[in-house]
């Protein structure tokens, strides 16, 4: 049943899958000193600069734990929104795995300002209390909402000027970059973004994500680490041949720049339902409502998608790299019919 509650609900693109039996030929070198894995790297560097070192992992918690325990000493905490996905969705990991404390900062849109990381400043250099090292962003937000490359440079050198680094959670940083319509190193290296987990399996990729380290110096230790973290693959070369199909043409941007298209068409169908009120400018593949008492329950009966706010019924919708715009029109009709049906809940 397709429906609009995750992108990692899509299947696979084709071209990733042609490039992952390509790579299912004769036998390779394990452990990624594999041609696949070179090539992969290479194209980290043409994407993110030639600066950049690339370790590739099986998921994003895996990136992102693999990126602050790297990045952060054990005294040492990472500034990230109260929403941020680090935060909320992987079951403590960053706590539990990588031994880091994250020093929350609530927000309206999901983003962080320099303001609001300087709520977290505090106590700098009593021993009593974590001391910040790490801003992590995410892009795009958990709420669908994205970051400009000025508004990232902003952050960087607030970050710089108080000794602290810029990470970039970017599961979602294809979206991002294709609804900015900019380069991926545009809204990462340069604009003073330290470090990166790059996403792959939320575009269509059947599972690998990267921790990409663009700042020299940092990071000391990290081919140690990922093997620490369960993080490095045998075969990795079948992690590397996704993202050669991934990153050597178009398709990162393809894939997103589609995802975010059916988002923008999803928001445009459902704002003129009578009832329906979106609660975030949708700036990537996701689109968030709140709906009249009864609708969200009515239209999960054909398709399956998430309340993202218990509290006030917000919903999540979410468009990936195969959701046609039959499907989005069919959606937002169930949608329509079914404020239709519930006129005194308005």
Known sequence: MKGFASDNYAGVHPEVLTA????????????????WTARAEGLFRDHFGPTARTWLVFNGTGANVLAYRALCRGWEGVICAETAHVN?????????MAGVKLLTVPTSDGKLTPELVDLRLDRVGDEHAVQPRVVSVTQSTELGTRYTPDELRALADHAHAHGLLLHVDG???????????????????????????????KNGLLGGEALVLLTDGIGEGTAFLRKQHMQLASKGRFIAAQFVALLEGDLWRRSAAHANAMATRLGERVAAIDGVTLTQEIQANAVFALLP????????????????????????????????EDEVDAFAAAVEAACARVPAAR
């Open 88 to 96: 909320v969705d992987e079951g403590g990991a960053p706590e539990a």
């Open 293 to 324: 008492a009864g609708v969200a329950d009515a239209v999960r009966e054909e398709f399956r998608f998430y309340t993202w706010n218990e509290a006030t019924g917000e919903v999540r919708w979410m468009c990936a790299f195969d959701t046609t």
């Open 20 to 35: 992952i039996a390509e790579a299912n030929v004769d036998h390779a070198v394990a452990y990624g000193e594999d041609d």
């Open 171 to 201: 599961s979602r940083l294809a979206n991002a970059a294709a609804g900015l319509g900019v380069s991926l190193a545009a809204t990462t290296t340069d604009v003073g973004v330290d470090a990166v987990s790059f996403g792959g399996t």
